[in-house]
């Protein structure tokens, strides 16, 4: 291996890099040459020790196994790398049985792709921010991580398309999706074989958007769009799902929730415990259209939003806000029912919002599919609504209030479901990523490296 090489991978790999300069200060002749060769057999000796240790610690991925790609290639970006430097402060994982021989590779792209997008703040911390989330704690899960794509069971690329913000109206523009996905890809199956030969199936992308991996806000238009070719073989992360047949989740996925920042949750309770005083019967605060129809001849939320702000604007039982307010959950933490009625798309970032705040949700979407039900269990901790019985939401909750939510309130509280519902740079036990890999695990199947394991 040249030099240069070797210094290049020592330096990505935060190995040892030991310089020594030996000075001769006053140095006498009688010393003679014993002494002089000392130095240098000192010198090669411990120079041969540290570059041993390096290599048998860090087992850098041998050239003839994978192609390397080029100097134009970045590294994370800094501010995922100085996050994944600070593993060490973290206490180490309970590693279950089930799935602790699952390993991970992760595709080290440009940073056109992902690292560029971070200059905007909002880029990890708005809704869509799961595709920034899951790929730091990837990072940092050093016991599902590895660095030689010949054992990874998954890949994992990492492709942020939800961070270009309209100038307009603020929010993601997506329109860009497509091409840069499909450009990511032409650059991974001309550098690497693991692409082509499995074509993709063992490949993980995130598409935390109002219709999944079909890159648009509109029902209609993501239909007629669809999932692009080049992903449908692949695993995706999506934030849609719903439990009929539709084409924004014909393909393998899984669910995941909308992204919250754990900070901010952990701020509001320390404001506000969860157990405290909550003055708010029921609340929501957001888009709550008068007039719905949007431009595009859609109803938004299909008109329930607006049957809600029309029968119950003037009920004291309801807080009902159209107007944004940075700080809305310390409005959350107060109440006792959120109300988490569908947008364009039926999922909510208010989903979360709730359960981590401890307001029982009422989720008010026909058909939504909810994240991870085998750890959290829907039916305990919040209440469905179908949206013809908006107008009668006031009997609905105040039956519960008056029978079973201390019951509902008990089980919502329980920490575990908090936790599976959150992401954290650092992978915690039970929380959202790890219930990804969980799922992952169940997805071994689609894994090339297995199966040809198991076919020999």
């Known amino acids: 291996m040249m030099a240069s090489e070797l210094q290049k991978l020592t330096k990505k790999n ?13 140095r006498q002749a009688e010393k003679g040459l014993f002494f002089k060769y000392y130095q240098w057999i000192l010198w090669f000796s ?17 050239l003839s196994k994978t192609h390397v790609f080029g100097s134009r290639f970045s590294l994370a970006s800094r501010v995922l790398f ?18 602790k021989d699952l390993k991970i590779y992760i595709y080290d ?34 016991d599902f991580r590895t ?28 329109g860009h999706a497509r091409s840069l996905l499909f450009s990511a890809i032409q650059l991974l199956s001309s550098n690497y074989h693991f692409w082509n030969r499995s074509q993709g199936s063992d490949h993980v992308f995130v598409a935390s958007h109002d219709y999944g991996a079909c890159f648009h806000a509109m029902e209609d238009r993501a239909v007629d769009n669809g999932i692009p070719e080049f992903l449908k073989n692949s695993i995706i992360l999506q934030t849609f799902g719903v439990n009929y047949k539709h084409p924004c989740q014909d393909v393998e996925n899984v669910l995941i929730p909308p992204y919250i920042s754990p900070e901010s ?30 431009v595009s001849g859609k109803f938004y939320s299909k008109r329930v939003r607006t049957e809600i702000w029309r029968r119950y604007k003037g009920d004291k039982r309801f807080y009902l806000q159209r107007h944004r307010f940075a700080g809305y959950q310390s409005e959350i933490v107060r109440s006792v029912f959120c109300l988490c009625p569908l947008g364009w798309a039926p999922w909510s970032p208010r989903l ?16 939504i599919r909810l994240p991870f039900p085998s750890v959290v269990n829907w039916a305990e901790i919040s209440l469905t609504v179908a949206e013809r019985d908006v107008g ?34 650092h992978m915690q036990e039970g929380d959202a990523t790890w219930q990804v890999l969980n799922s992952l695990y169940n997805k071994l199947n689609r894994s090339y490296r297995r199966s040809r394991v198991w076919n020999q």
């Open 352 to 367: 979360v919002e709730s359960v981590a705040l401890g307001c029982v949700p009422v989720i008010i979407a026909d058909g």
């Open 46 to 62: 411990l120079t041969l020790y540290f570059l041993t240790s390096f290599f048998i610690n860090n087992k850098p991925i041998p």
């Open 14 to 26: 935060r190995g040892f890099y030991v310089k020594m300069r030996i000075l001769h200060k006053g």
């Open 147 to 174: 660095s030689d794509p010949n054992e990874a069971d998954f890949f994992f690329v990492p492709v942020y398309v939800s961070c270009n913000f309209s100038t307009v109206n603020g929010f993601p523009d997506i």
């Open 82 to 99: 100085e996050s994944v430097n600070k593993t060490s402060q973290q206490p180490k994982l309970k590693i279950p049985v089930e799935f």
């Open 392 to 425: 009668k939401l006031g009997h609905i909750l105040e039956h519960v209030a008056a029978t079973n939510l201390s019951a509902i309130q008990k089980n919502l509280w329980d920490p575990t479901v908090k936790r599976a519902l959150l992401f954290n740079d």
């Open 265 to 294: 949750i952990k701020t509001t309770l320390e404001n506000a415990p969860l157990t405290g005083n909550r003055d708010i019967m029921v609340f929501f605060r957001g888009k709550m259209e008068v007039h719905p129809k949007n």
């Open 109 to 142: 792209l440009p940073s056109e792709y992902n690292e560029n997008w971070l200059s905007n703040k909002r880029c990890s911390n708005h809704l869509f921010a799961s595709e920034v989330a899951i790929h730091r704690a990837l990072l940092n899960a050093h």
